[in-house]
């Protein structure tokens, strides 16, 4: 077994998973307590200039432990690069989708007072798209899912191994640079932070998209390495043009984290429905080469 196997057999052990799982619990309780006294700190003593920038709902608290959980799906979705391209992909839509999601959490923030929802109305619109989009791209998912439970998987051969040895290098390259990324953004947010306490300078970073949009774009350059590797085990055309269907949904996908609320819900979706009509066009094309080396049934008589 050569290092790249051993690596990934041991961060799928149960053992390392559950460890894993607990850590990100707890984080994840931990900085939600921590925006939760934020906040009351910010309503019990509102003239505190460090705290003008917290808003006064309780709700938007719940943004910080869904982040936490966002960042350990991404780790998820390296972790399923080498088992499937198929699998990887699904795991970027779902990212998508619970970025989605999110973001309700972060409209949710900009209400100070729910007793006058009918005169935000700007607020209750990006709410409801982000919900709406959400469940959209949460339906969508779903199709594609259930259109890759059909799709007709290679048999084991020597270029299928060579194959899964070049995915599982680059799911190590992805993994040291979700690490770096990682500790990048958290360094970068601190800074902000400290620069808005220290000299009240204005929060430039945007926290929503913090490590989200560098990592999509690192992701697809690794999609296209993956397509191109996948020339070592496969020249059909329904599967390469799968692949190519997949790279171009990616790219989309990163779009759509720069977009505006509704304009970025219509990127993400058309990229899913991309992955969806490209999985279906390579399972027709496989049907159809079945049809042609099946031999023809004698008539009854």
Known sequence: MDFPQQFFAVLRREQISRRLE???????????????????????????????GISRNYLSALFTPFSVILVYEVYLMILALPMSFNLSIRKQ??????????????????????????????????????????LLLFFLVGVFHHVSLYRIRPKSSEDLVTFVKVKQIVAILLLTIFVVLSLYSLYDWSKEIIDYLVKGDPMQIKAHLIFFEDFYTIMIFA????????????????????????????????????GETYFGVVLAAFAILTGILAQLIHNYYFKLDQLEIEPLKAPDK
């Open 22 to 52: 607990k850590i990100v619990v707890i984080t994840a309780v931990i900085t939600f307590l921590v925006h939760v006294l934020l906040i009351i700190a910010r309503n019990v003593y509102p003239d505190v200039a460090f705290l003008q």
């Open 93 to 134: 839509y779902e990212v998508i989708s619970l970025i989605t999601i999110r973001n309700v959490f972060k409209d949710i923030a900009l209400f100070d007072d729910f007793t006058h929802l009918t005169t935000q109305t700007e607020q209750m619109t990006k709410i409801s798209i982000d919900l709406g989009g959400g």
């Open 223 to 258: 999609d296209v390495l993956i397509f191109i590797a996948s020339f070592i085990y496969s020249q059909r055309y329904a599967t390469l043009l799968r692949n190519a269907g997949f790279v171009a949904s990616a790219i989309f996908l990163r779009m759509s984290l720069a």
